[in-house]
């Protein structure tokens, strides 16, 4: 079964503090994977997209690793900032035309 | 120029009655899909569009659930006799194409459904 998890399901850190969220998936054939910023009451952003042959992308403060042969997907907030406060969910698809597989996302609060 | 447009932002309605969610994508994005947000749940897929065509419908919950897209443009999502399950946000989103692997959806704000 297609499964894509996340932890931790929450996590509180300080201002300033770095830290790092974790996705696995079960999802065949894969195709590429995605991180998801969502504010609350707002439609997800798009952090970054990396496919199978890519290890490692960064955009701004955000920095996402892939392991394709474990299956295992991260992504590292450098230097938090209170509008990091958010869900990041990670996001698996199977190809070019088809349906993303969605975690049920991180709710990271960043405190002052 | 704008981004994906949903309306309306929030829907109450009685159990039993139908509604039309809208979605307008940004201009010029031929794919087009709609996901249900349940509270405390992950997104879960609903169907895509690539044009006026509808090649996934695989993650409509119900008979009761159906979708088009007119002009390859703006999409409706009907929702028949509603149940109180159907209470979510309904987000919709749009791409560019289909064709690149990595192609970017961009999302709308949601319609927030509540099922009295």
């Known amino acids: 079964k297609n499964q894509v998890e996340q932890s931790p399901q929450s996590l509180i850190i300080l201002e300033g503090k770095n830290c790092t969220l974790q996705c696995n998936y079960t999802v065949s054939p894969f195709s590429n994977l995605r991180w998801y910023k969502q504010d609350t009451g707002r439609g997800p952003v798009s952090l970054t997209i990396?496919?199978?042959?890519?290890n490692t992308k960064s955009n701004g403060r955000y920095t996402a690793t892939l392991d394709a042969d474990t299956k295992q997907s991260s992504l590292h907030i450098t230097a938090s900032q209170l509008s990091d406060s958010a869900s990041y969910i990670c996001v698996v698809s199977l190809g070019a035309g088809t349906a993303l597989i969605f975690g049920k996302g991180t709710t990271l609060s960043v405190s002052s | 120029g704008a981004g994906v447009s949903q309306s309306p932002s929030n829907k109450v309605t009685e159990k039993g009655k139908d509604v039309e969610l809208r979605c307008d994508p940004i201009s010029g994005h031929t794919a087009l899909y709609w996901y249900r947000q349940s509270l405390g749940q992950g997104l879960e897929f609903l169907i895509y569009?690539?044009?006026?065509?509808?090649?996934?419908k695989s993650g409509l919950p119900s008979d009761r659930f159906s979708a088009e897209r007119t002009g390859g443009s703006v999409s409706t999502l009907t929702i028949q006799r509603t149940q109180q399950e159907d209470s979510a946000v309904y987000l919709c989103?749009?791409?560019?194409?289909?064709?690149?692997?990595?192609?970017?959806?961009?999302f709308g704000p949601g319609t927030r459904l509540t099922v009295l």
């Open positions: 989103a749009s791409s560019l194409n289909l064709a690149g692997v990595s192609d970017t959806q961009y």
């Open positions: 569009f690539q044009g006026n065509s509808a090649p996934d």
């Open positions: 990396m496919t199978f042959s890519e």
